[in-house]
C-alpha cells in the first residue's frame, strides 16, 4: 500500500529530528531507518533509501566491529539492510548467521516487507523451515521438562 509507505517515509523524517538529540536508544532508530529505507525505495525515492541505509550501516558496522560475539539482531538487521539493498546472497548469509548466534523470531521474516524478493528463494524456505523445526524442538522439550517437573513435586 503505498499510501502506508508514504505515512512511514513521513513519520520517520519526524521522529528522526527528534531522535538526533540522543534520548532515543539506537536500536530503535535503526530499526526505524531500515523500515523508513525500504519505504523510500519503494516510492521510488532511491537515493533517501541508499543514504539511509548507509548511515544505518555504518552503525551496524561499527556494533558488530566492537563487540566480541554481535547479538543475533544485528546480523538480522545486517540481512534486511542487503535485503533492501538488492544483495540476496549477503542476506541469505547474515540471516543464517543471525539464527545461529541465537536469533529465534521465526515469525519475523514471514511479515517483513523487506525480504518480500528474498521469500521467494528456495534457500530462505529451508532456513526458515528449519528454524520452525528448530522452535518446534525446543517446545517439545520444555513441555518434557515441565512434566518432569510436575511428576517429581
Known amino acids: ?4 509507505f508514504a505515512l512511514a517515509a513521513q513519520r520517520y523524517e ?4 527528534i531522535a538526533e538529540n540522543g534520548s532515543v536508544d539506537s536500536r530503535f532508530i535503526d530499526d526505524a531507518s531500515v ?6 525505495k519503494t ?3 532511491i537515493v533517501r533509501s541508499r543514504a539511509i541505509l548507509e548511515e544505518v550501516q555504518k552503525r551496524l558496522d561499527k556494533d558488530i566491529a566492537r563487540s566480541t560475539r554481535p547479538g543475533p539482531y544485528l546480523w ?3 540481512a534486511v539492510v542487503s535485503a533492501i539493498g538488492g544483495d540476496e546472497s549477503s542476506a541469505l548469509r547474515h540471516l543464517q548467521r543471525a539464527i545461529d548466534e ?3 523470531q521465526h515469525w519475523r521474516p514471514l511479515v517483513e516487507p523487506a525480504l518480500d524478493q528474498l521469500r521467494q528463494n528456495a534457500g530462505f524456505s529451508a532456513m526458515m523451515a528449519g528454524l520452525a523445526t528448530r522452535m518446534q524442538v525446543m517446545r517439545e522439550q520444555l513441555a518434557l521438562d515441565e ?3 510436575r511428576r517429581w513435586e
Do not use: K, V
Request: proline residues 0%.
Open 14 to 17: 519526524g521522529a528522526i529530528a
Open 76 to 78: 538480522y538487521r545486517q
Open 35 to 40: 523500515a523508513a529505507a525500504y519505504s523510500f
Open 147 to 149: 512434566a518432569e517437573r
Open 1 to 4: 500500500h503505498t499510501e502506508d
Open 43 to 45: 516510492l521510488g525515492n
Open 102 to 104: 541465537g536469533w529465534r
